[in-house]
């Protein structure tokens, strides 16, 4: 083969080459668009029947139960966000109060997405970067509810989920709830944020880990979805677990014992990019507590939790508020809480002013 020959060969590759890569990332730019597919229907899904909203989408078609992706994988955006105002911008769709609504179909379901918040500002504006988008190409109906728990006692995880579920009754009549930690980013658009007839965990593969997969078969952190029914049905999770341990291991048990299957979708698929993150403190009786967890179940939870909504704001992106929750016949916690209350008080109209300034 000559020189010229040779030459051309190379050249017919590396065109070749150059264009492959032009193709893809336009493919991923501009053909990533959810596309309807008819033929699924809600006996073959499992999911919940319709609830749409506004009278004004009554002439849109219903948007994909499982709408397919041309490209699966999320390209996870870890660029540092800096304050909710970085949000606003970036999100203009978004309606106040951090809701969106499809513009071109009429979503199945309202879904409320909890985050049971605090000190882990940095991570949330991570997954918020990322979770809004991915929720915006799936065609759901959502909106944002971060509930900061007032810092005064250890976190206690359960409890703000608790009134998160709530606080967001109180916004809208949401049949679907995404219960989301702050740490984590799903990497594939196949696990669709879509309630069902039985309680989702979604984060069946973590970054985090060196092993794939669960890291034992009651883990049941990270995000799940569950439906008002069956969160009602369980009475919701515990108010006691007051630092960390076993709160998420007690939800699960609670979703068994009351004969709820726990569905999740395959590694591939419910896999999550994890942030790194703070250790929290331990609770000491995580154990004891966990041992009379089934017997507790309808006697204590979203029944009997009690809090005080210190402060609330909406932006763009998100309903934001601070509670403050009561433990239940502990005088000790009770005059420390009164107290803590009483200097938050006297801070005055100060702190109030530089929380919403940072909201804006």
Not at 260 to 265: A, G, K, L, N, V
């Amino acid at each position: 083969m000559g020189r010229r020959a040779v030459d051309t060969t190379i050249s017919l590759i590396v065109s070749v080459v150059v264009m492959s890569v032009l193709v893809y990332f336009f493919v991923y730019a501009v053909a990533n668009v959810p596309v309807e597919n008819s033929k699924r229907d809600s006996e073959e899904t499992g999911e919940l029947k319709d609830n749409s909203s506004d009278s004004k989408e009554a002439e849109l078609p219903l948007c994909p139960r499982k709408p397919e992706f041309f490209i699966t994988k999320v390209k996870v955006n870890t660029t540092p966000v800096t304050d909710f105002a970085e949000l606003n911008r970036a999100f203009p769709d978004m309606l106040p109060g951090g809701r969106f609504v499809p513009k071109n179909c009429k979503s199945r379901q309202k879904t409320a997405v909890l985050f049971p918040y605090r000190d882990r500002e940095r991570n949330l504006f991570l997954v918020l970067n990322n979770l809004i988008p991915f929720l915006m190409q799936q065609n759901i109906e959502f909106q944002v509810f971060i509930v900061e728990q007032a810092p005064w006692f250890d976190f206690n995880k359960c409890m703000i989920i608790n009134i998160g579920f709530v606080e967001a009754l109180k916004q809208g009549n949401f049949d679907c709830f995404a219960i989301h930690d702050t740490d984590f980013v799903p990497k594939d658009f196949r696990n669709y944020y879509y309630c069902g007839n039985q309680p989702r965990h979604m984060v069946v593969d973590r970054s985090d880990r060196a092993k794939r997969g669960l890291g034992y078969y009651r883990y049941f952190g990270g995000a799940i979805l569950v439906s008002r029914e069956q969160w009602e049905n369980i009475n919701g999770c515990s108010n006691q677990y007051w630092g960390w341990g076993n709160e998420d291991d007690d939800m699960y048990m609670r979703f068994i014992a009351e004969g709820y299957t726990i569905t999740r979708y395959p590694i591939k698929i419910g896999a999550y990019l994890a942030f790194e993150h703070e250790t929290q403190s331990k609770n000491m009786n995580r154990k004891e507590l966990f041992g009379s967890n089934t017997e507790r179940m309808h006697e204590e939870g979203l029944n009997t939790v009690k809090y005080e909504v210190l402060k609330y704001n909406k932006t763009n992106v998100v309903t934001w508020m601070m509670v403050n929750p009561y433990k239940p016949n502990d005088t000790d916690s009770a005059q420390a809480q009164e107290d803590a209350k009483a200097a938050a008080r006297a801070a005055g109209e100060a702190e109030a002013a530089e929380a919403a300034q940072v909201l804006v």
